[in-house]
């Protein structure tokens, strides 16, 4: 079937339609900025730096955790059983840079747990909550320490005193004096700090610790005093007033069983040098 040819009147509107086309100038598309560089963890949709960030040390976590439960804290360095109390303490951050400058500033994980709030405050990222649990944690281990003694005869659980007294003392920052009470079957009656004194002194008063030990019918004591300094070993003074407190108390049936002088690294026992 033929087409009709088009109808005359329709041929300019068409030449004017190309026209008007053709004249219009060219547009360049707009090109846009280059993109920022984008991590790893942003190629994957919906997953943000902080997602992959907060992901890695919660993988890390729980890493630690299966190793402490499986092998126990022979397989943890020092700062990993920090950080293993830290977990509890600072839940959404990565706390094994925490961990590590508390040991770096502290020495040891006794050290951490010994030091003052004050100091454990200067650390980066330790507030004064997690100082004061950090502390909690050592009254804990001191308390635990100390009942290992309770009811026993404490001459024959030697290396149990020693235990408790470093925990408790060798890592103070001034000079503490400790008396420990017992009765006359040698258990531990009570545990005193009786004086506190500076950095490398500590008053003590020979009556006074007759007089107590006579208030809680104790028949025996044990010295104990630390060395901030973290050298142990006795000085003429020590000497000097160790002798001084047994001569006051033997006449009064009170036996000084013997002075430990506490320092970081080790003790000294004046018994065992033979100095009483």
Same mark, same amino acid.
């Given at each position: ?86 977990? !509890?303490?600072?839940? *959404? ?7 590590? /400058? =508390? #040991? ?6 006794? %050290? ?61 920052? !001034?000079?503490?004096? *400790? ?7 040698? /258990? =531990? #009656? ?6 506190? %004194? ?65 320092? *970081? ?12």
């Amino acid at each position: 079937m033929t087409k009709n040819p088009p109808l005359l009147d329709d041929l300019p509107e068409q030449e004017d339609e190309r026209g008007f086309f053709a004249d219009q100038p060219t547009r360049r598309p707009r090109l846009k900025p280059p993109a920022e560089p984008i991590s790893l963890a942003d190629e994957k949709p919906g997953v943000s730096a902080k997602t992959s960030d907060e992901a890695h040390y919660h993988g890390h976590r729980d890493r630690l955790r299966a190793r402490y439960r499986d092998h126990g804290d022979t397989a943890l360095a020092d700062y990993e059983l920090l950080e293993l109390v830290l977990f !509890r303490l600072i839940p *959404r951050r990565d706390t094994k840079p925490i961990a590590k /400058a =508390l #040991i770096d500033r502290f020495g040891t994980l006794g %050290g951490v747990l010994g030091a003052p709030i004050g100091l454990l405050t200067e650390v980066k990222g330790v507030g004064e909550a997690v100082a004061l649990d950090l502390k909690l944690t050592a009254t804990v281990a001191h308390r635990m320490l100390k009942s290992e003694l309770k009811g026993k005869t404490v001459l024959s659980s030697w290396s149990s005193v020693i235990d408790y007294c470093h925990a408790a003392m060798a890592h103070e920052t !001034r000079e503490q004096f *400790r008396i420990l009470f017992l009765d006359k079957r040698n /258990a =531990l #009656i009570a545990d005193e700090v009786q004086q506190t %004194g500076t950095v490398d002194h500590t008053p003590v008063y020979p009556r006074e610790v007759v007089r107590r030990a006579l208030e809680l019918s104790a028949t025996a004591l044990i010295l104990v005093h630390n060395h901030p300094s973290g050298d142990p070993t006795p000085s003429r003074a020590d000497i000097d007033m160790t002798k001084t407190i047994v001569d006051t108390a033997k006449p009064l049936g009170v036996t000084v069983h013997d002075h430990i002088i506490i320092g *970081r690294d080790g003790h000294a026992s004046l018994k065992g040098l033979r100095l009483i």
